[in-house]
Nanobody, 117 residues
């Protein structure tokens, strides 16, 4: 059975940092394209960052230069380091494991990130 478990969310002041983690199990983690997606109630979900099995990354324009996605295949874990956080970064952040860049596959339960001004 596939599981993705996110952690690391919380409340932080603007300008602060958080690191999100997502541990995967039940699938061949190293072969999957991993993504961080965020969603605010009433708004469309936004792809924040993605990383290929080989470690190539891409980011939404809104987070470039502030967020860094990385992965440790030995630990079946993907990370999202978030620096210089802004109130508009407030959202539920989800981890997603996909077989292709254009697809969404397995989802985690999400972790809430709240940035106060």
């Amino acid at each position: 059975q596939v599981h993705l478990v996110e952690s690391g969310g919380g409340l932080v002041q603007a300008g602060g940092s958080l690191r999100l983690s997502c541990v995967g199990s039940g699938f061949t983690f190293s072969s999957y394209y991993m993504k961080w997606v965020r969603q605010v109630p009433g708004k469309e979900r936004e792809l924040v960052a993605a990383i290929t099995s080989g470690g190539s990354t891409n980011y939404a324009d809104s987070v470039k230069g502030r967020f860094t996605i990385s992965r440790d295949n030995a630990k079946n874990t993907v990370y999202l380091q978030m620096n210089s956080l802004k109130p508009e970064d407030t959202a539920v952040y989800y981890c997603n494991a996909a077989t292709a860049p254009s697809r969404y596959g397995y989802w985690g339960q999400g972790t809430q990130v709240t940035v106060s001004s």
